[in-house]
């Protein structure tokens, strides 16, 4: 599905990732763990074409992102749903507007029932109508991850997306997340807390990528 060979990504003529081989498969549900400023965003970026490998091969959906042009690239990303770090809204529309987003660029029309039953699902249904700046930031978050997904993309990518939520909360989009995998899909979150991936580990058969020395690791039992 995604596919890293010998691929590595610099930074002004400095080495952020190096010699990185490694295969998201369909369904798989993958931790990527390091220190701050290892190179969790930038493998995350690489993942949907956002960044291009400075040497390498980056292939998603069975082609080499090389290859892609910015139309390739456009249907790429509508298989993949990306929840970031900051989750940017636009202020002057409402929640349920902000959700269906993709949908409008898309072209395609939201139908009320699936954004009803989404926003029902990850637990915003009674604020279809509030505005970004009215709601807490464990609700932004689920409003991020409802946003991802509402194409029914094949991968979710999450980049830190606990980092401002306390631990109850934590669980409850981790719980969305397993369920997303449950359903079939690829997930991939970046976070750097080690105590939610451990609780994860005890959900579902999640596998640890750990960034050191520029390179990415299988991580051991040692979690």
């Not at 990850?122 to 978050?141: I, M």
């Amino acid at each position: 599905m995604i596919a890293f060979e010998n691929v590595a990504y610099n930074y002004g003529g400095g080495e952020l990732l190096s010699d990185i081989s490694l295969r998201l498969a369909p369904g798989s549900f993958h931790f990527l763990t390091g220190p701050s400023g290892a190179g969790k965003t930038t493998f995350l970026k690489l993942c949907y074409a956002e960044l291009l490998p400075t040497a390498g091969h980056v292939t998603i959906f069975d082609h080499d992102v090389h290859g892609l042009t910015r139309d390739d690239v456009a249907m790429t990303r509508r298989r993949i749903g990306v929840v970031h770090q900051d989750c940017q809204f636009l202020d002057h529309l409402p929640l349920s507007a902000n959700i269906a987003l993709p949908l409008m660029v898309a072209g395609r029309a939201a139908p009320q029932g699936d954004l009803s039953d989404l926003m029902g699902w990850v637990g915003l249904d009674r604020l279809a109508h509030s505005l970004p700046p009215q709601l807490s930031g464990g609700e932004r978050q689920r409003a991020a991850l409802a946003r991802a997904i509402i194409t029914g993309p094949d991968v979710i990518l999450a980049d830190e997306p606990t980092g401002n939520l306390d631990w109850d909360m934590s669980l409850r989009l981790l719980t969305l997340l397993v369920e997303l995998n449950r359903m079939g899909k690829t997930v991939v979150v970046a976070t750097h807390d080690l105590n939610l991936i451990r609780q994860a580990k005890s959900l579902t058969a999640a596998r640890v990528l750990r960034i050191a020395k520029r390179r990415i690791q299988l991580a051991g039992a040692d979690l």
